[in-house]
Structure formats: structure tokens, C-alpha cells
């Protein structure tokens, strides 16, 4: 049956309203937010407490669940025309603002710094760039992914093996990451048995920044899970294949786990992961496409509309997207240890790290 129109639109909406309900909720119940609560209004914690703040977590993790999947349904279902598939894509980019107003006026009340504010602003802007002028692929996964990804001579394409490999590498570790404990001589790659008096020349020289390697990771696997996830939940129904479908769910299940890690452990704020997870998916989506389906193209020069994009200027406008998407996720990589990245501003460190005299 063909899609109606505005479905996967109205789909795209509220997934983002969704997500947002839910990384709100995951952000409000993180344990140091409710013992600021507590101390606020002098309750003592309670077994029940516990409860209620937990399952609210939890709550708000299977919303968060529930709006990637809607946000997949442009992938599940297809599309009725071009344009909607475009529509559907920048809405689905408003997460980024939608994240920063929650953070905004519905946590914190206050300004957030500058740094958070601009990164929102250009990845908002370059992500709607790439999905508005960007190429569209010619076939789709109803065609089944075999006829996506097989060669010439009967194996798989080159493309489509790089991108395997590199996906799957960065999702089986990522995935240990997140039952890991940074610190451990294993992350770290430490030798107990060093000079303590070595280990103690470092951290007066070094500040100990919190989980550096999961602030720069963890958006990272979130692209990754997100974008394979469409791919694999779309070769499950158009192939009536469940293990695919249920290879789709613990995709999304890694994203999840990669956002409560981020707003519980790390205890970053909805603007920072609204701009990062986004951006780090936008761009796993965009490589996996050119990785995965043969036939890119542009619209024809015989059709006509406010979505519509020809290869040129398209080809330039697209290019420049990406190069605002490269720049906007550098900056943070290079700069994700600064206290401007941390929820409230109080706690975080310089990038400037000062000498201690002997």
C-alpha cells in the first residue's frame, strides 16, 4: 500500500517531541538532581523515593526509545514523495533546538554558555543544510539489501565492506564502553606496578578531567547505532525478516543506554546532547548512505518546488553543510574538557594546563 502523505512528517514531529519528553525526564531524575531536590525541600530519602525517581528514569528511557523509532518510520515505511522525505529529515534536525528551549527555559531557567548556544545554532543550521540540499538515494531498501550491496562479480561492494567493518568495530566497542569504568588501568592503559611518585608528579601536573574519553565516544556510538538501526529495521520489513527487526531494537537499545550515560554519568545538560548526538547522527547517516546505496541524485531540472534542489548549486550547498557539520563536531572534540560543556558552569576544567613548580 503506498504511504499517505504527511506520515511521515507528522512522524518525524513527534519523535522529536517524544525524545525530548524523555531526555527531559532522564535529565530531571539523574541522582544528583534529586538529591539537590531534596536538600531543597528537606525531605529525607526514602526506599519509596527511590522508586518513583527510578522509575521515572526509566519512564523516561522507553520515550526516548519510542521516538527513534519514530524516527525511523521515514526508513520502515518509505516515503509518498521526495519533498515529504526531505520535510520529514529537517524536522527531525529541529531536535537540536528543541533540546536547547527545554534546557533553556524548562531546566535550568538561566542563560547557558555561549559555547553550548553557538554549536547549537551552527549544527542546527548545518544539519538542516545536508538534509535539505543533499542527494537523494534512487532506490530503496524495498529492492532488499542484497540488490544494495552486492558487486559486479557476485561479492560485496567496497564501499559497503568499509562501512561494515567501521561500523561494527565502533559499535562493539562503544558498547563495552558503556559497561566500563574509566580510570581503571585497563582504560587508561596504566601499569599498576609504575612509581607511585611518578603517578603523583602527574596529577599535580594534569588535571583530572571527568570521563574524557566518554565525552568524545559517546555521541560518536550514538550515530552509529541510530543510523545502522534504520538500515537494519527497513531490510527487516521489507523482507519480513524479524531478525533483522530485533537486531534494529538493541540498536536502539544502544542508543538509549549512550543517552542515559550521558545525562546520568556525565551529567551533561539536553543542549549539549541535542546538538552532538544529533550532529555525530547526521553525519553517520549521510556516510552510510553513500556506503550502502548505489544510486544518489539530485531532483530533475523538470520538477519544480520550495524543497526541490538541483545537482547545482546543490552539489555546492550540500558540500558546505558538511564542512559547517566538520568544523562545529572538531570544535567540540577539541574542546569537550572546557567548563563551558558541563551542565551548570560550577564544575569543569581549562583546556590550559599549568606547570607545578619543583
Excluded at 531498501?141 to 542484497?146: E, F, H, R, T, V
Aim: proline share 5%.
Amino acid at each position: 500500500p503506498e504511504v499517505a502523505a504527511g506520515a511521515v512528517i507528522v512522524s518525524s514531529g513527534l519523535s522529536v517531541l517524544i525524545s525530548t519528553a524523555g531526555l527531559a525526564l532522564l535529565r530531571g531524575t539523574r541522582p544528583s538532581e534529586v538529591e539537590r531536590f531534596q536538600k531543597l525541600s528537606d525531605i529525607g530519602p526514602t526506599v519509596q523515593q527511590w522508586l518513583l525517581w527510578n522509575v521515572l528514569g526509566v519512564f523516561g528511557a522507553l520515550l526516548l526509545y519510542i521516538g527513534l523509532v519514530l524516527g525511523n518510520i521515514p526508513m520502515l515505511i518509505g516515503v509518498s514523495t521526495d519533498d515529504e522525505g526531505k520535510a520529514s529529515a529537517i524536522l527531525h534536525s529541529c531536535l537540536v533546538l528543541v533540546c536547547w528551549l527545554a534546557e533553556r527555559y524548562l531546566v535550568t531557567g538561566h542563560p547557558l554558555p555561549l559555547m553550548q548556544s553557538a554549536l547549537c545554532a551552527m549544527i542546527w543550521f548545518g544539519s538542516t543544510v545536508v538534509e535539505w540540499a543533499g542527494p537523494r538515494p534512487y532506490d530503496n531498501m524495498s529492492l532488499g539489501l542484497a540488490g544494495q550491496i552486492s558487486g559486479c562479480d557476485g561479492g560485496y561492494r567496497s564501499p559497503f565492506m568499509i562501512y561494515a567493518a567501521v561500523w561494527l568495530t565502533g559499535l562493539t566497542f562503544g558498547t563495552l564502553l558503556l559497561f566500563c569504568e574509566e580510570g581503571t588501568s585497563l582504560v587508561n592503559c596504566v601499569d599498576p606496578s609504575d612509581d607511585e611518585d611518578s603517578h603523583m608528579l602527574q596529577d599535580a601536573e594534569l588535571p583530572q578531567v571527568p570521563h574524557p574519553l566518554r565525552r568524545k565516544a559517546l555521541p560518536l556510538v550514538y550515530g552509529l547505532a541510530t543510523s545502522m538501526s534504520g538500515v537494519v529495521f527497513a531490510t527487516g520489513t521489507a523482507s519480513n525478516d524479524m531478525r533483522f527487526v530485533i537486531a534494529g531494537a538493541l540498536l536502539t537499545v544502544i542508543a538509549v543506554a549512550c543517552a542515559w550515560d550521558w545525562l546520568w554519568r556525565l551529567e551533561m545538560n539536553l543542549a549539549t546532547f541535542g546538538a552532538l548526538f544529533q550532529g555525530f547522527a547526521t553525519v553517520s547517516r549521510v556516510v552510510q548512505g553513500h556506503a550502502v546505496f548505489r544510486d544518489f541524485r539530485w531532483d530533475p531540472s523538470d520538477v519544480h518546488g520550495m524543497l526541490v534542489v538541483y545537482k547545482f548549486p546543490g552539489l555546492q550547498i550540500f558540500m558546505f553543510g558538511m564542512f559547517i557539520m566538520f568544523i562545529s563536531l572538531q570544535l567540540y572534540l577539541y574542546t569537550s574538557t572546557w567548563k563551558q560543556w558541563s551542565s551548570n558552569g560550577e564544575v569543569g576544567y581549562s583546556h590550559t594546563v599549568s606547570r607545578v613548580d619543583p
